[in-house]
């Protein structure tokens, strides 16, 4: 079973900042986050991770609360080719949820 | 970031043959290898873990003796699917573990007919 739950789809605005929550209450000390994207048919796309510091790359920005408990991918200007379905992962074994799939429109 | 290949992309076989899917870890090398399956519409799934050297590790309810895995280096291991069915077309991933990263190889779709 998944350890991670997302909601299922959300929509952004062009330019505008996507922010992706994601729930791991049952996260154990030592386990990373992960967050992944995955287009069509394609195999998934590795995007941030982090311990318990806010992480930033190229890419995007990495939340995670002070418990550990949640975290949040943003996304600073989503552009249309983000379009894609995001996965939250808690790194120990990757057991992929249902990710949330986010919709970029013009 | 490190590349993992997948070979090959797409294949369409006959029911009753077995195909062969490999993982390559292009620049690094991985002790661990995964393989995942992924149905349309679906998330991915893991279906084992590959241990060079070593047996792999399947989840519950993957057949081992259908899904074929075998991890003699360091920068491959490759999947069998045995007697090919067409419920076995699926999408096909793998991915390799550097340290704490993971990267996935770009799948290979698998059409059985």
């Known amino acids: 079973d998944a350890k991670t739950t997302q909601p299922p789809s959300m929509d952004c605005a062009e330019g505008r900042a996507a922010n992706l929550p994601c729930n791991h209450s049952?996260?154990?000390?030592?386990?990373?986050v992960y967050w992944y994207r995955q287009i069509h048919s394609q195999g998934p796309q590795y995007i941030i991770h982090g311990l318990k510091n806010n992480e930033t790359n190229e890419m995007a920005s990495l939340i995670i609360t002070e418990d550990r408990k949640s975290s949040t991918l943003i996304l600073p200007h989503a552009t249309l080719r983000d379009t894609a379905v995001y996965y939250c992962i808690t790194f120990g074994k990757l057991i992929f949820g249902t990710g949330t799939r986010l919709q970029v429109f013009p | 970031g490190a590349v993992v290949s997948q070979h090959p992309s797409w294949v369409i076989c006959k029911s009753g043959t077995s195909v062969k899917i490999e993982c390559r870890s292009l620049?690094?090398?991985?002790?661990?290898m995964f393989w995942y399956r992924q149905f349309p519409k679906q998330s991915l799934m893991l279906m084992a873990t590959?241990?060079?050297?070593?047996?792999?590790?399947?989840e519950q309810g993957v057949e081992k003796d259908k899904f074929l895995i075998n991890h003699a280096s360091l920068t491959l291991s490759t999947l069998t699917v045995t007697s090919a069915h067409p419920e076995d077309s699926s999408f096909y991933i793998c991915s390799a573990s550097r340290g704490s990263e993971q990267f996935f190889g770009p799948g290979t779709r698998l059409t059985v007919l």
């Open positions: 590959s241990n060079e050297g070593s047996k792999a590790t399947y």
């Open positions: 620049d690094f090398q991985a002790t661990t």
């Open positions: 049952t996260i154990s000390g030592n386990e990373y």
